[in-house]
Nanobody
Framework: QVQLAESGGGLVQPGGSLRLSCAASGVISGIPVMNWYRQAPGNQRELIAQLTKSGSTSYTGSVKGRFTISRDNAKNTVYLQMNSLNVEDTAVYYC??????????WGQGTQVTVSS
């Protein structure tokens, strides 16, 4: 069974930075696609960053140029570096792992609050 555990959320002032981590455990056959999603109150969960098995990255427009997704295969961990945060980035952030067989696993989420 694959398990994901996010960490690194918290309270930050506008313009600040945070780095989220997502540690994966369990047996995974092949290199999975890793995603970061977020869900703000009253909104649907949205995909904001993706890292494919080949190492390609993609971002939704609102975070492009400010957020960076990366992976440390040795640590089975994916990161989301978030810079120039603004109040609209306030949300619960989730990582997901899309296994080669098509099953998507989710973490429990970590709260990011941007406020002065």
């Amino acid at each position: 069974q694959v398990q994901l555990a996010e960490s690194g959320g918290g309270l930050v002032q506008p313009g600040g930075s945070l780095r989220l981590s997502c540690a994966a455990s369990g047996v995974i056959s092949g290199i999975p696609v890793m995603n970061w999603y977020r869900q703000a109150p009253g909104n649907q969960r949205e995909l904001i960053a993706q890292l494919t098995k080949s190492g390609s990255t993609s971002y939704t427009g609102s975070v492009k140029g400010r957020f960076t997704i990366s992976r440390d295969n040795a640590k089975n961990t994916v990161y989301l570096q978030m810079n120039s945060l603004n109040v609209e980035d306030t949300a619960v952030y989730y990582c997901s792992l899309l296994a080669p067989g098509g099953i998507e696993y989710w973490g429990q989420g970590t709260q990011v609050t941007v406020s002065s």
